[in-house]
T-cell receptor, first 110, second 114 residues
Framework: QKEVEQDPGPLSVPEGAIVSLNCTYSNSAFQYFMWYRQYSRKGPELLMYTYSSGNKEDGRFTAQVDKSSKYISLFIRDSQPSDSATYLCAGENTGNQFYFGTGTSLTVIP | DGGITQSPKYLFRKEGQNVTLSCEQNLNHDAMYWYRQDPGQGLRLIYYSQIVNDFQKGDIAEGYSVSREKKESFPLTVTSAQKNPTAFYLC?????????????FGQGTRLTVV
């Protein structure tokens, strides 16, 4: 079983839609959770960084962590064509190791 | 500008050759990481280092080697023992300070075997 599971998509939505991206994880030692955005042939850039359960909001982005069900989500409101990218979720254990999902490819259609 | 610099952006390797990928950071981060990214497989950890002169194998270390002689630098050598080296390689770094901080990535090196 992989440490982090993520639906690879692809996901295609119209501009302005609310996007929901989801991951599950198996390692109870994960304390920190991240969402990265990766454009084609580029390095991932950090979008959201959260600790433990709860919600964190930053502009159009909301990250949600439910440790009881080992479920993490990223919501994008008012999606834009510039949001078209691959989104990677990750968990970090207490040993400073990161484990990534396979990424979900998102296309926002104008 | 602070950040992580990977070079070269594109690298071609002949069968049987060793090649070295460069990763330099000026963020004063203690921990550095190397990942390999293949289509449909996400990021897989090759090696990581939490302090100078110390590093640990990740999940797919076979055929790779690293060194950490300076805090700023964490080069990755892809040896001839790596049978399928064509991939996108990403370097990352993070602080190991009192509060957890996020990891930042370089822009990657695309290695192709010719």
């Amino acid at each position: 079983q992989k440490e982090v599971e993520q639906d690879p998509g692809p996901l295609s939505v119209p501009e302005g839609a609310i996007v929901s991206l989801n991951c599950t994880y198996s390692n109870s030692a994960f304390q920190y959770f991240m969402w990265y955005r990766q454009y084609s042939r580029k390095g991932p850039e950090l979008l959201m960084y959260t600790y433990s359960s709860g919600n964190k909001e930053d502009g159009r982005f909301t990250a949600q962590v439910d440790k009881s069900s080992k479920y993490i989500s990223l919501f994008i409101r008012d999606s834009q064509p510039s949001d078209s990218a691959t989104y990677l979720c990750a968990g970090e254990n207490t040993g400073n190791q990161f484990y990534f999902g396979t990424g979900t490819s998102l296309t926002v259609i104008p | 500008d602070g950040g992580i610099t990977q070079s070269p952006k594109y690298l071609f390797r002949k069968e049987g050759q060793n090649v070295t990928l460069s990763c330099e950071q000026n963020l004063n981060h203690d921990a550095m990481y190397w990942y390999r990214q293949d289509p449909g497989q996400g990021l897989r950890l090759i090696y990581y280092s939490q302090i100078v002169n110390d590093f640990q194998k990740g999940d797919i270390a076979e055929g790779y080697s690293v060194s950490r002689e300076k805090k700023e630098s964490f080069p990755l050598t892809v040896t001839s023992a790596q049978k399928n080296p064509t991939a996108f390689y990403l370097c990352a770094s993070k602080s190991r300070g009192g509060f957890r901080t996020e990891a930042f990535f370089g822009q990657g090196t695309r290695l192709t075997v010719v």
